[in-house]
């Protein structure tokens, strides 16, 4: 299935966008595609919170990474501000999502085919 980005007036995808190309290019309903959007993007959510990696084969994954509490600096004043421990979210991209956006062709399995 082929999904045609061509109707974006902004250089952003947003949820909204995601839901109309659902309405115009699947032919569900409005109503039905902002929901599965909420709900995609409500599940990617809900498993990060609970600390489990999200793997989308082809694109990318998504991790919690902890940061651990270090000392910064206003940069205005200079003064030694301490920075809490935190959390994260990361995102690594696929091989294959790097090789497309380099321009490369990737097979079915995500392996780069040029220069083979």
């Not at 115009?24 to 990696?53: H, P, T």
């Not at 694109?59 to 501000?81: C, D, H, S």
């Not at 990737?106 to 085919?113: L, M, N, R, S, Y």
């Amino acid at each position: 299935m082929q999904i045609s980005f061509e109707s974006l007036e902004t250089p952003a995808l947003t949820k909204a966008h995601l839901a109309d190309l659902l309405f115009e290019q699947i032919g569900l309903n409005k109503r039905e595609s902002k929901d599965m959007v909420d709900a995609f993007f409500d599940l990617v959510v809900d498993s990060l919170i609970a600390r489990d990696d999200v793997k989308i084969s082809g694109f990318g994954n998504f991790q919690i990474r902890t940061k651990a509490a270090r000392p910064g600096r206003n940069p205005r004043t200079g003064e030694l501000i301490p920075i809490d421990a935190r959390r994260v979210a990361t995102f690594h991209a696929s091989h294959k999502l790097k090789a497309l956006i380099q321009g490369d062709a990737v097979d079915d399995e995500g392996v780069e085919t040029v220069g083979r």
